[in-house]
């Protein structure tokens, strides 16, 4: 066999062998049907207590409670509006409607979003996790490959990163859609330090794929670390580098990735305007004993709590961090290249760990940075040790007798330096810590020695980069699978939001869902019932002060046009006990929460003949004994004569809403669904502008008689960011087709 084609096999074996450690990391789930992330925190709520699995803990960790509130309910709905034809640009099922396409976080055009459009959610759930998987060990063998290391050092690369923590260990989260594409980027930078201006084309469609993934926080993330390293490689070869060329192309490809996003970009910056400030994140701040996770996630302290989550995206694999003793070793002794790469990269993984220690409240307190955190600064940390480890075995291979010699004389002292200083202080804090699993990490720390120190002695006699290299994959999976793999919380596809007794009561009611403040927390659409609280966190401004005012006077919520209440005996005596009259108990369930149809509720669609006229919304004013406000309209304080009716049609979207009016006076229709730009209404084919009442409601105001009014919602900053993202994608096109077919040149080490 030819040496091209022996060397076209071994990379194609390779990219297989990556596909098939995807599939075996989830082959459990695809044999079970489990779903590769932990929603189990919903048994602790009423409507799925019935259902509890025994023995069941409550869950203390916020970040792994978004899986039931968000994660899952947004699939759903993905899959099931895409499966019925409907829009995904609006959401009725949480908070009386809110924007699903805009947030972002939808991740609606995000490439692992696809098996959500065509599988069944529960295999969708796990075939997306997989895709991650590959496309992150896919992108770094292609990167290692470029920056020219053989196939067997690209494999180690590749491994040790599809299976790190941000790719595997968080592969539910929207951190996982963003990390995979890393490497790439790092690629790219690369280029464009050497002064391959035109490499900005490429980075622009990198970072656009990363920015689909719906997660701005890991975007910046990525972005960070990406100019670190272009500023690390100025300092470690200022011969070389050309950081003014190379900071234009990297400030020229962020502004024409975002353009190339700008279809997802525009309505996510409307949605901004309209959003309440977003809350402050839960602490994640590290704390010096966490740096030992750099050997073990079984040495996370119990007691970290919120901060447990971030804390484990340290360790970048125990392999990798024994062999930065063979990287020092051999520093010297490196090409310079190589060297200075490998410098920039590790100087650049360090001060971003720093960061993630000590700078994260600074970073905190900047505008566009305020929300992120520690693990959005971690997600290099794998990929910048592993190439480090890969470089340093590969150069091993390559020494000469004399330098051999040199780097043993170093290893001598390195090794047990290092090497004894980590089990010395593995072993201390396991005698002064409870709780944590000591004996696991220094089993795992044994074997990565052993199996370096047999390598290092074979390769001695008979160096070998091929043979090394796939020995080192090899060993490199088992111990991320013994790092991560248990780490993984499954639930079981039954036990995913299942259809108990009192869910099967609301659902019977076909109406939105209001009452106890509890429900804030319930979320109900993972079983596709509408609800007047938002618990995906989908939080607009007016909403959000309409809600703060129903929480002083609940009775607020019979506008939202919820025909059905659960409250508890609290509820009842108290804030409710104006209504007890008109309450007709549905059913009583065993956690003391009472199921109520409210008979004199306010409907959804309404007409109003009298209002307090306002200019601005002041939620203050806001009162369940007084009339509504309307913003813009002027109609009287007090008006005489009979109410219509308005009944909402037959073959209602989720961006269409057809309400006819009987015969009536002058007045104003209220539809109960949320005021947000984009909607538009016409009044018998007329277009008319809608007003908003009480704040959070769309009002359109109509003449004496028959009426038929229909709600469309057809954003404009769709519109404005199609057009955008196609002028982009032809100017990137454009400059793509000059630089592809130099591609062999350009890539060239």
Known sequence: MRPSSRKILENAVCVLVLGL????????????GDLPLDVKSIFFAPPWEEARPPGLEPVTDSAAAQFALRIYPSRLFLQQTFQSHDSLLWDPMEGMGAPFFALWRSRCLSPFSLPFYVLPLGLAFIVSALLKLAVAGWCAFYAARRLAFPPAMALLVALAFQLSGPVYLWSGLPLSDVTPWLPVLLLCSERLILGQFRAWALTAVVIAVMALGGDPETLAGALLFSLV?????????????QLARAISGWAIAIAAGLALVAVQLAPYLEYL?????????????????DLLLLLSPALLDPARGDAAAAARLLHAGVLQVFLLALWLALRRLLTRPLRRRMEALFLTALVLVLSAFVATPLLNRLPFLDQLGPQHLLIALPLAFTFIAAASVEEWNELNPEQCKAALARLVVLVPVLWGGAFIVVLAYGGISDGVKVWPALLWMVVAAVVILVMLGATLFRPNVRVSGYVLCAVTAGLQWAAFGPRIDYTARAEAFPETSMITSLRAM???????????QWPL??????????????????????????????LLLRRTGARALVLTKEDIQGAFAAVRPVLNIQEVYPSGAILFRDLDTIPRARMIYEAQSVDQFDPALLRSEQLPLVEGAALPEKSDGPYAKATIAEGETHTKVLVNIAHTRRGLLVLADTFYPGWRATVDGKLTEIRPVDGVFRGVEVGEGEHEVVFVYDPFSLKLGAGISLIAALVVLVNLRHFLPRRRNAWSV
Do not use: C
């Not at 450690?21 to 079970?32: E, I, K, Q, V």
């Not at 076909?510 to 804030?520: P, V």
């Open 21 to 32: 450690t995807a599939a075996l990391s989830f082959l459990p789930a695809l044999m079970s």
């Open 229 to 241: 390293y272009l500023l690390a490689r100025r300092l470690r070869d200022p011969g070389h580098a």
């Open 273 to 289: 305007l309209q959003a309440a400030a977003p809350a402050t994140p839960p602490a994640m701040l590290l704390a010096g004993r």
């Open 510 to 520: 076909e109406t939105r869902i209001g009452g106890s403040e509890a429900l804030k």
């Open 525 to 554: 659409a993972g079983n596709g019932i509408p609800q007047v609280f938002a618990p995906g966190g989908a939080s607009l401004a007016r909403y959000n002060a309409f809600m703060a005012q129903a929480d002083q006077d609940p």
